[in-house]
């Protein structure tokens, strides 16, 4: 906008125009130094949110806890869940809809934690159980190898042959020693199954009888068995035993008796 100055002069004749230097006109959008435009920031507001920790926290407890069934009681890790849960219930900033459900699984965690331990109780209780059961079939498997290893008792041991003499309610066989062929004794049987040891060193369970036609003792047999003649003395007794089985082992007593080869 112009700006016109007029002069006036002691002539009043003589008037000049002054023009002075024209001032731009502001433009729109320029800057304008009555009016600058200052930038107003505008404050960020973050929503009302839990700490990050208590939500993840939260979240991972109820994963875990749902992956909990249909798991065997003793597999499950209650007592770090149980912690978990109690550590968001110390957390002042739990929203009450978390508190609520900490307190919840709490108490479910606690019952089945007590079952946990009865359960682990009891499984000790039972594995005490076996390892007595052990003991006591291992102590019988010793005392039953004791029994089969303990000394065997005849009432006389030796070979057994048949007898020429024959009389009485009986059949007559000899007892003789293996070495030399000697009567020990003289056995009377009507058991067939004696016919079956004839030359074999045996065994005989029965009753030594005195017979005055005999020259040596009658052994009214009930039992008889083949033996080993090395197990005399070891784990076989008798109280008769042939003369040279003794002189082999010295340290044997028994009481033998002698007698013809009839």
């Given at each position: 906008m112009a700006i016109e100055k007029i002069e006036k002069k002691a002539d009043d004749a003589n008037i000049e125009l002054v023009k002075t230097q024209e001032k731009p006109i502001d433009q729109p959008g320029a800057e304008s130094l009555a009016n600058p435009i200052v930038p107003i920031e505008v404050a960020k507001i973050s929503p009302t949110t839990q700490p990050i920790s208590v939500q993840a926290e939260f979240d991972r407890l109820e994963s875990e806890f749902a992956a909990m069934a249909g798991k065997p009681l003793d597999e499950l890790p209650i007592p770090r869940l149980l912690a978990g849960y109690?550590?968001?219930?110390?957390?002042?900033?739990?929203?009450g809809s978390m508190r609520r459900v900490a307190q919840a699984k709490a108490a479910s965690l606690r019952v089945k934690a007590h079952a946990q331990t009865e359960l682990?109780?009891?499984?000790?209780?039972?594995?005490?159980?076996?390892?007595k059961l052990a003991a006591l079939r291992t102590d019988r498997t010793e005392i039953q190898q004791r029994v089969a290893d303990k000394i065997i008792a005849y009432t006389a041991v030796g070979t057994l042959q048949?007898?020429?003499?024959q009389h009485g309610p009986a059949t007559l066989y000899r007892l003789t020693d293996p070495a030399n062929g000697r009567t020990l004794c003289y056995v009377r049987s009507n058991d067939a199954k004696f016919g079956t040891f004839?030359?074999?060193?045996?065994?005989?369970?029965?009753?030594?009888v005195s017979e005055p036609q005999l020259s040596v003792k009658a052994l009214v047999a009930t039992d008889i068995a083949a033996v080993d003649p090395a197990e005399v003395t070891k784990k076989v007794s008798a109280q008769i035993i042939p003369?040279?089985?003794l002189s082999a082992r010295p340290a044997a007593q028994a009481s033998t008796g002698a007698g013809d080869s009839q």
């Open positions: 109690e550590g968001l219930l110390k957390d002042d900033h739990l929203p682990a109780a009891l499984r000790k209780g039972q594995e005490e159980s076996d390892s048949p007898s020429t003499l004839l030359e074999k060193f045996v065994g005989i369970k029965g009753e030594l003369p040279s089985i």
